[in-house]
């Protein structure tokens, strides 16, 4: 089975700050890559799908990059909505392993 | 727009039994694979299952397999799980969850419904 770990676990950050997080696939993945933002109570919301490409309705601020094992999302100006948990997910496989999620909270 | 509507959650003992239902309206039901994923109570999201368009193919973590089955009905838009042998382990919020089809990406999912495994 692929497994996915994630960095940091959690971080804090200020509005208008970048934030980068890192995923990383323990076998090639291609382009298979997903990303979730997930707030308290809340189901997990579809950020980034194949690496790289915006799901409809998404900030522009979001944005992925990665190919093979390392991935990264970045958020290039943290706004006050997007304190949250952020998850990866392989889709290459068809057991769609998650990574275990990074938390994004207010400095 | 696509709703996705789970329900069946309850309290159960461990080694019991229990059937979750997801109703899906709002988009080509029979044109998608579907997934169950699940999210314990303060942990991290769980790949569980899916099933495919047509019901042929059906895919399950180790941590349910042999224990879960998942079905579909695209008669009724309705995805289902059938939980046997629960753990306490397997007390968890319950997703359904659409798939994007070309990429496996999961593009919108119901609210959850609560399985709790207690004595």
């Known amino acids: 089975d692929i497994q996915m770990t994630q960095s940091p676990s959690s971080l804090s950050a200020s509005v208008g700050d970048r934030v980068t997080i890192t995923c990383r696939a323990s076998?090639?993945?291609?382009?298979?890559l997903n990303w979730y933002q997930q707030k308290p109570g809340k189901a997990p919301k579809l950020l980034i799908y194949?690496?790289?490409s915006l799901q409809s309705g998404v900030p522009s601020r979001f944005s992925g990059s990665g190919s093979g094992t390392d991935f990264t999302l970045t958020i290039s100006s943290l706004q006050p909505e997007d304190f949250a948990t952020y998850y990866c997910?392989?889709?290459?496989?068809?057991?769609?392993?998650f990574g275990p999620g990074t938390k994004v909270d207010i400095k | 727009e696509v709703q996705l509507v789970e329900s069946g959650g309850v309290v159960v003992q461990p080694g019991g039994s229990l059937r979750l239902s997801c109703a899906a309206s709002?988009?080509?039901?029979?044109?998608?694979?579907m997934h169950w994923v699940r999210q314990a109570p303060g942990k991290g999201l769980e790949w569980v299952s899916l099933i495919s368009w047509d019901g042929g193919s059906t895919y399950y973590a180790d941590s349910v397999k042999g224990r879960f089955t998942i079905s579909r009905d695209n008669s009724k838009n309705s995805l289902y799980l059938q939980m046997n042998s629960l753990r306490t382990e397997d007390t968890a919020l319950y997703y359904c969850?659409?798939?994007?089809?070309?990429?496996?990406?999961?593009?919108?999912w119901g609210q959850g419904t609560l399985v709790t495994v207690s004595s």
């Open positions: 076998q090639s993945i291609s382009s298979y």
């Open positions: 997910q392989q889709s290459y496989s068809t057991l769609g392993t």
């Open positions: 194949a690496a790289s």
């Open positions: 709002g988009f080509t039901f029979d044109d998608y694979t």
């Open positions: 969850a659409k798939d994007t089809r070309e990429e496996g990406a999961l593009d919108y």
